[in-house]
């Protein structure tokens, strides 16, 4: 592992524990050159995941892309950055045991959407806004609108039961 401050490759590992429900090896390093220390972490893929753009392009499947769209949602909302972590990782794992080398970015959008929709309603709908490229306010309160009666209908449902 080549240090992020000198460049040197003379590193080495002070410390390995597991992190993130045990997906997720977190290592701490020292530099043998100038003495930093860093941290690193170590998750397992599966697969090479390319994701299909909405206008054909193809691009390789980039975690922290996926991760900034998601902190975004949750700005200013009462999570962790871990927790934000195991739900992005839980998203890749539903995305990698889907089984294709390709995914359409849609889908990705599709399974952030479900996510968030059970974790925070802010964020749902902040992520909703960019997904559905709302226009103006009005887009906000329909979105609202039609997916407070469809929660209320589940509930009603899951009531009956």
């Not at 794992?93 to 599709?110: F, L």
Request: glycine share 4%; with cysteine.
């Amino acid at each position: 592992m080549r240090c992020p401050f000198c460049g040197s490759e003379d590193t080495a590992v002070r410390d390995s524990r597991p992190a993130e429900d045990n997906t997720v090896v977190r290592r701490r390093r020292s530099c043998g050159n100038c003495g930093a220390r860093f941290t690193t972490f170590e998750r397992v893929q599966l697969r090479e995941i390319t994701v299909v753009k909405r206008d054909g392009k193809r691009t390789p499947f980039v975690r922290e892309k996926l991760l900034r769209s998601v902190m975004i949602a949750l700005r200013k909302r009462p999570f962790e950055s871990e927790q934000i972590d195991q739900l992005v990782s839980g998203i890749i794992r539903q995305i990698e045991s889907a089984g294709e080398s390709e995914v359409d970015s849609a889908e990705i959008g599709g399974h952030v959407m479900e996510a968030l929709a059970e974790l925070d309603p802010v964020a749902y709908v902040r992520y909703a806004s960019v997904y559905r490229d709302f226009k103006d306010a009005n887009d906000f309160a329909h979105f609202i609108e039609h997916h407070s009666l469809e929660a209320r209908n589940n509930s009603t449902i899951s009531d009956d039961e």
